[in-house]
């Protein structure tokens, strides 16, 4: 196991805080091991930590707001700060009552969910001003590098994070069969879970092959159009606005992300033809055996930025598209990823995207090219060597 300090040191400023502590992430991710990191950090006894993991069968009977109270109340015997941690509490109806009387007492909570929607709703309603939440990922490439004991990472140990991704469990599996059944029985689990029995779908066929779309297509701008012509071309009807609820579902069962196009010229955020990631490049190994590796970089640099800390969305110009513009605070940063800049024509394409912007702000080009192709004012680095950038 790997102290996850690229989550708790986000998290870390916030443990004696009154504020609610929500951990968001796909199933599997590695949101139990970092609350579990959580507890170990803080200095209080372990009679004043409450940890409760509500897929453990130990703890089936909390099924509402009044159980998960009472049993916790039981626990609470004196007027010193309690510690309560609860994960995957989307399982406990009308959890968000019992959490908003656990506040008044106490007490620093930390709760976490395989579910966006955790965020909205009651949770919202009830705790508004009262939370901060933090998006969980599997494990980044340097978190890959580092359990594996990889001291010279590689292209080899960067195309088998490609090939099978960063969800914890994954590491301890050395054959490609077992890996192959391991991301077939998560990705049935996340979609039996989180998606199918949450919003009740019966068309299960349908869900499959709209993520199947979604995971040969990460990198491309979305459209209901393009979508529908896929299953179309499938045998299978939908209407738009049952589409459009699919992919509500799956991003929030953080299956993939959805990414926003950005006018930079007119400096605003657009509606429409977003983009999707996958939240890890493993899972698409399940719908297709086939690697676009320009891709799949592409995708690998979104989740980085995410894990960093930063808001991102696809930059749009007049005649160009940048992949990703990083935001932080005051702080901006454009990125263009490929997989190699074999040509002058790829060389142009990529660094000439940023032409028209005229700003300041750091510009890159990412790709696995080990000579320096930076020019212009334009950063160019070997994607490997900024991935383990800390």
């Not at 039996?192 to 499959?208: E, F, G, H, M, S």
């Not at 696995?368 to 994607?383: A, E, P, T």
Request: glycine fraction near 4%; charged fraction near 25%.
């Amino acid at each position: 196991m790997i102290i996850r300090e690229t989550w708790l040191k986000k998290i870390r400023p916030f443990y004696e805080n009154e504020l609610i502590k929500v951990l968001i992430g796909i199933r599997r991710c590695g949101k139990s091991v970092i609350l579990k990191q959580i507890a170990n950090e803080i200095k209080a006894d372990d009679a004043h930590k409450i940890f409760i993991n509500f897929e453990d069968l130990e703890f089936n009977a909390l099924q509402d707001e009044l159980s998960l109270y009472n049993y916790v109340k039981t626990l609470i015997t004196d007027e010193k700060k309690y510690y309560l941690f609860f994960d995957e509490i989307q399982n406990v109806q009308n959890f968000e009552k019992a959490i908003n009387s656990f506040r008044l007492l106490n007490t620093s909570i930390f709760i976490t969910g395989s579910n966006a929607k955790l965020l909205s709703g009651e949770l919202a309603t009830l705790l508004s001003g009262r939370y901060v939440s933090f998006k969980i990922l599997p494990f980044t490439f340097t978190e890959a590098v580092e359990i594996q004991g990889i001291k010279n990472p590689d292209e080899k140990t960067l195309m088998d994070y490609i090939q099978w991704g960063g969800m914890p469990q994954r590491f301890s599996i050395k054959h490609d069969d077992e890996l192959k059944i391991f991301l077939s029985d998560l990705y049935d689990s996340i979609v039996l879970k989180d998606v199918v029995a949450r919003y009740k779908i019966q068309n299960i066929a349908l869900l499959n092959k709209i993520i199947d779309y979604l995971s040969i297509n990460t990198s491309q701008i979305f459209s209901g159009t393009s979508i529908a012509n896929f299953l179309k071309s499938e045998k299978r009807d939908c209407s738009k606005e049952s589409l459009y609820n699919y992919l509500a579902f799956i991003t929030n069962s953080c299956i993939v992300n959805k990414i926003s196009r950005y006018d930079i010229q007119g400096k605003k955020i657009l509606t429409t033809l977003e983009k999707f990631y996958l939240t890890d490049v493993g899972l698409a190994r399940i719908h297709s055996t086939k690697i676009d590796f320009g891709a799949s970089l592409e995708n690998i640099v979104y989740n980085e930025l995410v894990s960093r800390g930063y808001e991102v969305y696809i930059g749009i110009l007049r005649n160009a598209e940048i992949d990703f513009i990083a935001q932080k605070g005051n702080q901006k940063e454009y990125f263009q990823v490929c997989y190699l800049l074999a040509s002058e024509e790829t060389v142009k394409r990529e660094f000439g995207a940023f032409d028209s912007v005229r700003d300041n702000y750091p510009k890159y080009v990412l790709s696995l090219d080990k000579f320096d192709f930076s020019q212009n004012g334009i950063i160019h680095k070997n994607i490997i060597d900024w991935l383990l950038e800390t």
